[in-house]
């Protein structure tokens, strides 16, 4: 019998990013914090470029200051890996809250099994998403933060079929081992994307 184990996957509300790290390959590593349980927590990140650019829509305020430091940084950069200190730069390090954070851990293939080795203390950002308004009825923003999920779900789930991975090792990998919940995906995939 094939056995496949799968990334944990949890979510945050806030984390902070101290340090960013950069290197010449499409991610970035951020030295910072998770809020979990009101309590702030050290914690490294690692992600995409496409979602820190989601991360810096959503916080508007800050996302000036930090766009400035990343690109002056892109464009004196003398070294690889190369780190952008952003609470040197900028007195402190900037929190990006009020938004959902999909986050797994990092991991790697050994015998056909999927093996977490970070113990929490570092994760992947899969994906990046607004909290909902307070103005909008609490139903409301839980359908549609549900929609949303789904949506990124099946789209992860796409991209593990991409990568060769077996259907039920990407529904798994994607959260979707429910059929219900891989047919929801589906279809908030297909209204989102149509």
Same mark, same amino acid.
């Given at each position: 019998?094939?056995?496949?184990?799968?990334?944990?996957?949890?979510?945050?509300?806030?984390?902070?990013?101290?340090?960013?790290?950069?290197?010449?390959?499409?991610?970035?590593?951020?030295?910072?914090?998770?809020?979990?349980?009101? $309590?702030?927590?050290? /914690?490294?990140? =690692?992600?995409?470029?496409?979602? #820190?650019?989601?991360?810096?829509?959503?916080?508007?305020? +800050?996302?000036?200051?930090?766009?400035?430091?990343?690109?002056?940084?892109?464009?004196?950069?003398?070294?690889?890996?190369?780190?952008?200190?952003?609470?040197?730069?900028?007195?402190?390090?900037?929190?990006?809250?009020?938004?959902?954070?999909?986050?797994?851990?990092?991991?790697?293939?050994?015998?056909?099994?999927?093996?977490?080795? $970070?113990?929490?203390? /570092?994760?992947? =950002?899969?994906?990046?998403?607004? #909290?909902?308004?307070?103005?909008?009825?609490?139903?409301? +923003?839980?359908?549609?933060?549900?929609?949303?999920?789904?949506?990124?779900?099946?789209?992860?789930?796409?991209?593990?079929?991409?990568?060769?991975?077996?259907?039920?090792?990407?529904?798994?990998?994607?959260?979707?081992?429910?059929?219900?919940?891989?047919?929801?995906?589906?279809?908030?995939?297909?209204?989102?994307?149509?």
């Amino acid at each position: 019998m094939k056995q496949t184990n799968t990334a944990t996957v949890t979510s945050s509300q806030a984390i902070s990013v101290g340090q960013i790290i950069l290197d010449d390959t499409n991610y970035l590593t951020f030295w910072g914090h998770i809020r979990k349980d009101d $309590t702030w927590q050290r /914690c490294d990140f =690692i992600t995409t470029y496409e979602v #820190l650019n989601t991360m810096l829509r959503y916080v508007q305020d +800050r996302s000036d200051a930090v766009q400035m430091t990343i690109v002056q940084k892109l464009e004196n950069m003398e070294q690889i890996p190369d780190m952008i200190d952003l609470e040197l730069e900028l007195g402190k390090a900037v929190v990006f809250d009020n938004m959902y954070f999909r986050l797994t851990r990092p991991g790697h293939r050994e015998d056909g099994n999927w093996v977490e080795y $970070t113990d929490g203390e /570092c994760y992947y =950002i899969e994906q990046v998403t607004p #909290l909902p308004s307070a103005k909008v009825p609490q139903f409301v +923003r839980q359908i549609d933060h549900c929609m949303d999920m789904l949506h990124k779900s099946y789209e992860l789930y796409l991209g593990y079929i991409e990568l060769d991975f077996e259907e039920d090792a990407a529904r798994k990998k994607a959260d979707l081992a429910d059929d219900l919940k891989y047919t929801l995906a589906y279809y908030a995939w297909k209204e989102r994307t149509l």
